[in-house]
């Protein structure tokens, strides 16, 4: 896992999931600005939370393969069960995540 700040959180990105960089600076910029905005360092540590979980997610193949999975069957199915079950599995997978963001943080 890398550490939470903003050039390592970038160059795993850039290295896990490329294609969400663009995502990546754009909600870097509002979490900034908002933090400009309210005098609170929040939506920064929220933004290294948020990043440091993706992180976490797509570092591990076979737990990015389950997660992704679970999205689509959320997004596709016509199947109540079928949609609690693939949110259910995100849920899973989301908290172990940052479980493991947050071993990095500690207070």
């Not at 700040?5 to 160059?11: E, F, G, K, T, Y």
């Not at 990043?51 to 069957?73: L, N």
Request: net charge negative; no cysteine.
């Amino acid at each position: 896992m890398p550490e939470l700040n903003l050039p390592s959180l970038r160059a795993a990105i850039a290295t896990v999931a490329p294609e969400r960089l663009p995502e990546l600076f754009t909600e870097m910029q509002t979490a900034f600005d908002e933090a400009g905005k309210n005098h609170s360092i929040g939506p920064i540590h929220l933004f290294y939370i948020r990043w440091g979980t993706i992180v976490a997610i797509e570092r591990d193949p076979e737990r990015s393969a389950r997660f992704h999975a679970a999205e689509e069957r959320m997004q596709t199915s016509h199947d109540n069960a079928e949609v609690r079950a693939a949110i259910h599995e995100i849920g899973t997978i989301m908290r172990a995540a940052q479980q493991e963001v947050e071993a990095l943080n500690p207070r």
